[in-house]
């Protein structure tokens, strides 16, 4: 099974709203991922978890807060967002290596957040 | 630097004939290589993915790519597509010494028609 799943798949909130995404996967992944995508662009990473800890934060503003709360779940705390922060908002899980290199990664079918 | 190049932003392609979609890094280090499709409103799924061993590498939906170290190139190839190929595909590399970084092209969108 190489599922990864995400809640909601549809969001909409105001700007003075506080809201959470949500990410599990069940593969013993020690990696996660979340990725923001706009419309015909690729990815851009956003945060990585490795062992429930995070290791990277690619300069993400503040108002995006991650959470790892065990090593199935990563979750997105959004508050006070902007409209340019509308966006598919991706999760995803890997193996870990030891080597500085990733396997590939698993994604799930993201989160459509629309910011009014 | 380490980068990921797909030249083609547009393949059109009529249904049932042959494609490739093409791919290049540029790398000093050992590399790591995969294909993902995305279709609308949807993740991306991976396609195939080289980590070692032999340079042709079949994937799932009858796709296949072939690891060209002295060429950096990773191109996608179907014998002959249908239409729901139609997607948006990527290309993405893992560098020795990136971490957990993906670097991803900026995508090919391959249009299938009757």
């Known amino acids: 099974d190489t599922e990864v799943t995400q809640t909601p798949k549809h969001l909409v909130m105001g700007m003075t709203n506080k809201k959470s995404l949500k990410c599990e996967q069940h593969?013993?992944?020690?990696?996660m991922y979340w990725y923001k995508q706009k419309a015909k662009k690729p990815p851009e990473l956003m945060f990585v978890?490795?062992?429930?800890?995070?290791?990277i934060n690619e300069s993400v503003p503040s108002r995006f807060s991650p959470e790892c709360p065990n090593s199935s779940l990563l979750n997105l705390h959004l508050h006070a967002l902007q409209p340019e922060d509308s966006a598919l908002y991706l999760c995803?899980?890997?193996?870990?290596?030891?080597?500085?290199?990733?396997?590939?990664?698993?994604f799930g079918p993201g989160t459509r957040l629309t910011v009014t | 630097a380490q980068s990921v190049t797909q030249l083609d932003s547009q393949v059109p392609v009529f249904e049932e004939a042959p494609v490739e979609l093409r791919c290049n890094y540029s790398?000093?280090?050992?590399?790591?290589l995969f294909w993902y499709v995305q279709y609308p409103n949807q993740g991306l799924q991976l396609l195939l993915k080289y980590l070692s061993g032999s340079t042709l590498v079949k994937g799932i939906n009858g796709f296949e790519a072939e690891f060209n170290k002295s060429q950096t190139s990773f191109h996608l190839r179907k014998p002959s597509v249908h239409i729901s190929d139609t997607a948006e595909y990527f290309c993405?590399?893992?560098?020795?010494?990136?971490?957990?970084?993906?670097?991803f092209g900026t995508g090919t969108q391959l249009k299938v028609e009757l």
């Open positions: 978890y490795s062992y429930e800890k995070l290791s």
């Open positions: 995803a899980s890997s193996r870990l290596t030891s080597g500085g290199i990733t396997y590939e990664q698993y």
């Open positions: 593969m013993g992944h020690r990696a």
């Open positions: 993405a590399v893992s560098f020795t010494g990136g971490g957990n970084k993906l670097t």
């Open positions: 790398s000093s280090v050992s590399v790591y």
